[in-house]
């Protein structure tokens, strides 16, 4: 808030944007959500949850869990769009103090929610971060799951989602903090892999099982229509850090974004434009397709997770790969010492690679996953197919 404000000499802006962007993303489709079960912003949740307690002996409120299945999706939704056009209008990549706004602001949620209602409901419910890492954990090659059969006809204290003492070989706890029971999880959406219910369960019925990676996606997934409209936000997120080349190569030049209002019309065309696109083609698909069984375009937008996830990464290798290894000498300049540390970057070409074998590797796998998705003919998915590879090449235009 009070050092220097550039990436160049501030090491914390470079930890978030260089570090932690690109290893969050790479670690999706290994850990999933693990990320939250270790979320600094929720430290400063539970320890106020803790001192309010001590001070003011109270019941914290349960969930409003109707309300909130009704809304907070849509809440999370609005909250992650304003942020992203905060991000891009206001260069949060460059401003420490701005971007340390953000993270007072995702932190004082937590704090609030904590301090009026039990366990994490912040989490769950509302944080932008967390939408975003539990729409991509259902990519993960690993889920926590307990085993229907064991919790039903052994289990009548279910202190894995209640909490509660030491039973057998189960340890106390106080439960699942984002209120999930590991034998009615379906997917990996509301798990944050804190390992509560392992330690807590008795039985050995909760275990960590290794998965095909989305695999929810193509059997008993609950479809949201405010998790399709995160996921399409996010794809628009990808063009939206790519303004200037893309108004660039529409335009011929990025005059528009010289003033402010012609930069915040951009910004928002870029943002929401893709999404659009993608549900017109939809429209496009069903004309095409006919009379017969469809799937609809909640179901099959979730084949293009796979590209959004890697078009991210090939957004953010650039920093990673160029900027992440200087963290040495920024550390020494943010305390006003000289840069004397060695330091460590990607050659361009390299980088390059890894940006497009990451844009290709994303096509494919939404690919393959809208066919499973779909269970139908390569011709009658194609709208989506083609969709798929033109954002592809025009990502790829734009980034590598």
């Not at 206001?90 to 937590?110: D, K, P, R």
Request: with cysteine; hydrophobic share 50%; proline share 5%.
């Amino acid at each position: 808030m009070w050092g220097p404000q550039t990436r160049e000499s501030n090491f914390a802006l470079n930890f978030f944007w260089a570090w932690w962007w690109p290893l969050i993303l790479i670690g999706f489709p290994f850990v999933g959500r693990l990320w939250c079960a270790v979320c600094p912003f929720m430290i400063y949740g539970e320890v106020a949850q803790f001192v309010s307690l001590k001070l003011w002996p109270r019941q914290l409120k349960g969930w409003p869990r109707e309300w909130a299945e009704r809304w907070g999706g849509w809440i999370l939704y609005g909250g992650f769009g304003l942020i992203l056009l905060w991000e891009e209008l206001w260069s949060l990549e460059n401003s420490a103090y701005l971007s340390g706004w953000l993270l007072i602001i995702i932190t004082a949620g937590a704090v609030v929610c904590s301090v009026l209602f039990e366990r994490r409901f912040w989490c769950r419910y509302l944080c932008p971060i967390g939408g975003m890492n539990g729409l991509f954990a259902k990519l993960s090659m690993i889920e926590l799951r307990a085993q229907q059969g064991i919790c039903s006809a052994t289990c009548n204290t279910y202190h894995c989602y209640k909490g509660g003492p030491a039973e057998g070989e189960g340890q106390a706890t106080m439960g699942c903090p984002v209120y999930s029971h590991p034998a009615q999880l379906t997917d990996n959406r509301d798990c944050v892999l804190c390992m509560t219910c392992l330690k807590a369960c008795p039985h050995k019925s909760v275990a960590l099982n290794l998965r095909p990676p989305g695999i929810e996606l193509w059997t008993d997934h609950q479809t949201r229509s405010y998790e399709v409209a995160l996921l399409l936000l996010l794809l628009g997120a990808v063009f939206l850090h790519r303004l200037s080349p893309l108004t660039t190569w529409v335009l011929g030049n990025d005059a528009w974004l010289k003033s402010f209002g012609g930069h915040a019309i951009a910004a928002t065309i870029a943002l929401f434009l893709p999404g659009a696109i993608a549900l017109l083609v939809d429209r496009l698909r069903k004309q095409f397709q006919g009379t017969g069984p469809q799937r609809n375009f909640l179901e099959l937008a979730y084949g293009y997770l796979p590209l959004v996830l890697f078009a991210s990464l090939a957004h953010f290798l650039l920093l990673g790969l160029s900027e992440a290894g200087h963290i040495l000498p920024v550390f020494q300049t943010t305390l006003g010492l000289p840069a004397v540390a060695s330091s460590l970057t990607a050659h361009p070409a390299v980088i390059s690679f890894l940006q497009g074998t990451a844009l290709v590797f994303g096509a494919l796998l939404s690919v393959m996953l809208t066919q499973k998705i779909g269970r139908q003919s390569w011709l009658k998915l194609a709208p989506q197919h083609g969709v798929t590879v033109g954002f592809t090449f025009l990502l790829w235009q734009l980034i590598v």
